[in-house]
């Protein structure tokens, strides 16, 4: 692998790490803090495709996809109160949402990059963050899809509540789904200040 990308690979491995460990703690009543670090991928990702291309970007995405897929395994040998930390579930949302969406944000960014600085990465981790969610949560907690492991009970995602406490009654699920897709928009939006500031430093240094 170019030397180059090493950066890009490590900064992408160390959040799929951290978010895999912070996502075992609750924040509030619908996230964890694992929904704070995880949206730093799209940064990352959109950083590389923006200096080195398409190419290398999808690198670092396999890579990132390959450190999640060992988290993964590591987590499904460790038990918590209530079985195994990591569920074949939740192993395959978390994978296949990640290598989706992150694939997804590569292509729109790359179809945008022409345009205003802001655009390709705005759109393109909107799109991706969007995508990630909705697989994620779908394949991990939907009750239409316990054949998939039918030994583990996800019952309890599928309690009725008013949505985030206050809208519509919903499977909870859709709540923390719904929580966690709200804080990605967010930090799309706030990721543009350093996508602009390392870009700017990267391309200095590759002119």
Known sequence: MNRTLLPGVFAMAAIVVASNILVQHLFGQWLTWGAFTYPFAFLVTDVMNRVYGVGPARKVVLA????????SVIGTQIMG????????RIALGSGLAFLMAQLLDVAVFDRLRA????????VSTLLGSSVDTAIFFTIAFSGALTFLEPANDVSWAGEALPLLG???VVPLWVSLAVADWMVKLSLALIA????RLIVGKLMARVA
């Not at 990132?64 to 988290?71: L, S």
């Not at 543009?192 to 996508?195: A, C, I, K, Q, T």
């Open 64 to 71: 990132g996809f390959v450190v999640g897929v060992i988290c």
């Open 81 to 88: 109160e209530f079985g195994p930390l990591v569920t074949l």
């Open 115 to 122: 345009g205003h600085w802001w655009r390709a990465p705005l």
């Open 166 to 168: 206050a809208g519509p």
């Open 192 to 195: 543009l200040v350093p996508f």
